[in-house]
């Protein structure tokens, strides 16, 4: 080993605005009145986008999507459903489950200016398709607005699990509560994908067009059994997924 080894490495200063922003950004991040302009920020790019990005040619028709008052379980893949919330119609509230950690608090705030109507809880554990309590006290909330002849939504895949993978949640749901499941997709033609994040997390982008795909209803028996249930699970996971390859192939297509 040499000398040149065997020195010690220099010791890297922070620059003052470095070691100012390691104070401030915790504090920020619990700031109920930064998270409240961030939460705003955030809904108005989503809807600028919307705004700016054309309804590619052979989509579905958008009126349909995310009506309050069809009645329906709307469901999207995690890291797809960024743009969602902008189409919810307006003057609506949309019971969706949001998961109760605190990444998702900020998603929950700018969904609530957009329409949403967050419900906390979350569809399974990781890598598994089992419903956690939290999970449960989300879905008889939602439930009882199913009951009431509203629409909810949820995403389909568990969080930190397996993408584009069907979580048990939802199955449920549409089971104990007797309404059908309408998956959803959104694409925009611009758009940056961040490939390190578990669940290819897409940003849509202004100036291009939506490509908007669903899939056919997916009513789960009230006497499902659990091996039917399963069933439903891998049913909705390959409906969604090929609803999702069409909408990307709608906003992909430039003829």
């Given at each position: 080993?040499?000398?040149?080894?065997?020195?010690?490495?220099?010791?890297?200063?922070?620059?003052?605005?470095?070691?100012?922003?390691?104070?401030?950004?915790?504090?920020?991040a619990q700031s109920t009145m930064v998270k409240n302009l961030l939460a705003s920020a955030i809904a108005s790019g989503?809807?600028?986008?919307?705004?700016?990005?054309?309804?590619?040619?052979?989509?579905?028709?958008?009126?349909?999507?995310?009506?309050?008052?069809?009645?329906?379980?709307?469901?999207?893949?995690?890291?797809?459903?960024?743009?969602?919330?902008?189409?919810?119609?307006?003057?609506?509230?949309?019971?969706?489950?949001?998961?109760?950690?605190?990444?998702?608090?900020?998603?929950?705030?700018?969904?609530?200016?957009?329409?949403l109507e967050p419900v906390r809880g979350s569809g399974g554990r990781d890598g598994k398709h089992s419903i956690e309590k939290g999970g449960?006290?989300?879905?008889?909330?939602?439930?009882?607005?199913?009951?009431?002849?509203?629409?909810?939504?949820?995403?389909a895949d568990i969080p930190h699990g397996t993408p584009r993978e069907a979580g048990l949640g939802v199955i449920t749901l549409s089971r104990i509560s007797g309404r059908p499941i309408v998956g959803v997709a959104f694409a925009t033609s611009r758009r940056k994908v961040l490939e390190k994040s578990w669940d290819k997390t897409t940003i849509n982008l202004p100036f291009g067009r939506c490509g908007i795909a669903s899939t056919e209803?997916?009513?789960?028996?009230?006497?499902?059994?659990?091996?039917?249930?399963?069933?439903?699970r891998r049913r909705l996971t390959d409906a969604l997924n090929a609803a999702t390859k069409r909408a990307y192939s709608l906003a992909d297509d430039r003829t």
């Open positions: 080993m040499s000398a040149e080894d065997e020195a010690p490495q220099p010791v890297r200063k922070r620059s003052p605005i470095g070691r100012l922003w390691r104070k401030i950004r915790k504090p920020l989503l809807r600028f986008v919307k705004a700016t990005n054309r309804i590619a040619p052979g989509s579905d028709p958008v009126d349909s999507f995310l009506d309050v008052r069809s009645n329906n379980i709307y469901v999207l893949w995690h890291g797809q459903h960024l743009l969602a919330p902008a189409f919810v119609p307006k003057g609506q509230r949309l019971p969706t489950m949001f998961s109760r950690s605190a990444d998702a608090e900020l998603n929950a705030l700018a969904a609530s200016r957009l329409g449960a006290r989300a879905l008889i909330a939602l439930k009882k607005a199913l009951d009431q002849g509203k629409s909810v939504c949820m995403i209803e997916i009513q789960v028996p009230a006497g499902a059994s659990e091996a039917e249930m399963e069933d439903y």
